[in-house]
């Protein structure tokens, strides 16, 4: 059970009342109250911060770092949330290692332990005591939603301390340990191919973690796998490299990027969209040998980097590979869309493809557009009319 943490209130874009309460136990949320939301987003500009007062959990103290209008000019659109480790300098030399999630109060289901376990593991070292999101969410889609009552918004910031421990106080590194595992090859027992490149894994590792690696490699899915090199045709090689790093570390893989890249406007954006189909491949990736955790943290990033030309594709992805989260996060971006937008995003190959192949998600945004519609209609009829 999550313990509760206190709360911050902003008001007027500034930091204005922490009423906090140390939290000992491992795990427990906080609450950031944002008042007179239009107000601070005229009066904020990009990049400026309002932090929260501090508050403990686990043993040590926290702050809710809020960017009204985003922290740089690429999220400018934006609002983006960090959670910072505010402990004494003295205090600051240990590696903390956290599990933790931003949601609105409503959402309930972000509350649940099992879906904070879910979330990629972040370290929070001395030298950059941040993690968080710099698109939390589009200012137009917030602006829209049911979230934001009477021009205030409260947000939930739950917390999982997760460092474990040697007998002698010392953090463990099993993560450590299985990637020198992986990269030295040591007691290797399978190889796999993958277009052209070799990959030396551990079979019990892999089905440790893998009920599909499990049947491939000691189940009745053995045959064929018993040869020296098990061909992998449906893959990209960095991909199942990333695979095999999750697999070993239980951290979330960096994607390799390409080292003669050019730094200019145009490569940049390519650079992005390779990053987007990288991640899509490395969720198709995971939802084919079943690491639910990967696989809910590619959709948790990919939900991130949706816009006009890339809602389709996602859309009709997190449909084929049964994504809850990622399409419900395509839907609302739709739902916020100007008429122009939409018109783009429909004039797309990606579109195209939903309407042949995926005709009953098309059933679903329409009925989630007309109920939409009716709740602000609802809404428009409740507000007060003022006479001057």
Known sequence: MSSFAGVSVI??????????IDVDTDSGYHLLVVKNYSCIIQEVPNEEVIRSGSFMVGGHNWEIWFYPNGDDPTCADFISLYLCRDDDDDDMEEVVKVMFQFSFIDQVEYRKSMHIRLTETSNFPNKDPFGGSSKFVRRDAL???????????????????????????????????????????????????VCGETFAAHRCVLAARSKVFMAQLFGPMTEGTTSSVIQIKDMEAKVFAALLRFIYTDSFPEMEKDNNMEEDGE?????????????QDLLVAADKYDIRRLKFLCEKQLSEHINVSLVAPTLALAEKHHCHRLKEACFKFIQVQSPKCLDEVMATDGWEHIISTHPSVLNELLAKLVSSNQKMDEKRKRTPKHTY
């Open 11 to 20: 008001t007027n874009g500034e930091h204005c009342t922490t009423s906090a």
């Open 143 to 193: 602006e829209r939603s049911a979230n934001l009552k009477g021009d205030c918004f409260t947000i939930r910031c739950d917390i999982m301390v997760c460092n474990t421990h040697d007998a002698d106080g010392t953090l463990s590194k099993i993560n450590e340990h299985f990637d020198y595992l992986l990269q030295n090859k040591v007691g290797a027992d399978v190889t796999f191919e």
């Open 267 to 279: 490569d940049e954006e390519e650079g992005q969209d390779e990053d987007v189909m990288w991640l």
